[in-house]
């Protein structure tokens, strides 16, 4: 069975900051992974994703994140946060086989609130 | 960017009643996806459906769910008949295919249902 877990409900944090979103998984094989942000209102939009090769992925909008093996983890972070960045983060796992590609496990999501 | 659109974005109904939930894909789109989430829960994957059939399914996905796309239109989901358990946010993710980089999920902002 596959699982993702994102620790933090919610996180605030000032505007300039750093930012690390943290997310955890539980999968046997190397997992397909993905983070998703979710502005109110508005569907998923995909941040950036990791299958495979070096283990640091750029994203949109400068956000990053590194997968660890060894961790079994897949931390979002941005080192400086623009208060148009307050959304929902959820971290997501993907078989990646065929049609499983498209199965994503979601963890609960983490609410960012940045304060001006 | 692509969009999917759901629509209603809120439907209240009376239990036993059938309700159907509609999504606008992407238009070249091949794959399409439903997804459930429970308020304060993670989202779960229901159901995915390519070339007229579902290709896979969850526990979740109740003998009173079912799916289609007739004629290239909406991509529905219809509950029939509804239960207090169905009440959720649901949303509709479409791709344009499962392996690469076509495999993005585009998803869409959602329909809250209610059932009294």
């Known amino acids: 069975a596959q699982s993702v877990t994102q620790p933090d409900a919610r996180v605030t944090v000032s505007e300039g900051a750093s930012l690390q979103l943290r997310c955890k998984y539980s999968y046997s094989a190397t997992p397909y992974l993905f983070w998703y942000v979710q502005y109110p209102r508005q569907g998923l939009q995909l941040l950036l994703k990791?299958?495979?090769?070096?283990?640091v992925v750029q994203g949109v909008n400068s956000f990053e994140a590194e997968f660890s093996k060894s961790n079994s983890s897949f931390h979002l972070q941005k080192a400086s946060v623009h208060w148009s960045d307050s959304a929902v983060y959820f971290c997501a796992l993907s078989r990646g086989r065929g049609s499983a590609l498209g199965r994503l496990h979601f963890g609960a999501g983490t609410q960012l609130i940045v304060i001006p | 960017g692509p969009k999917v659109l759901q629509i209603p974005s809120h439907q209240i109904i009376d239990m036993g009643q059938m309700v159907t939930l509609n999504c606008d894909p992407v238009?070249?789109?091949?794959?399409f996806y439903w997804y459930k989430q429970i308020l304060g829960q993670q989202m779960e994957f229901l159901v995915n459906?390519?070339?007229?059939?579902?290709?896979?399914k969850s526990k979740l996905f109740k003998d009173q769910f079912s799916v289609e796309r007739p004629d290239g239109s909406y991509f529905t989901l219809k509950i029939q008949p509804t239960a207090l358990e169905d009440s959720a946010v649901y949303f509709c993710?479409?791709?344009f295919g499962t392996g690469g980089s076509a495999e993005t999920l585009y998803f869409g902002s959602g329909t809250r249902l209610t059932v009294l």
């Open positions: 238009s070249n789109h091949l794959y």
């Open positions: 459906f390519y070339n007229g059939k579902v290709m896979e």
């Open positions: 993710a479409s791709s």
């Open positions: 990791y299958y495979s090769g070096d283990p």
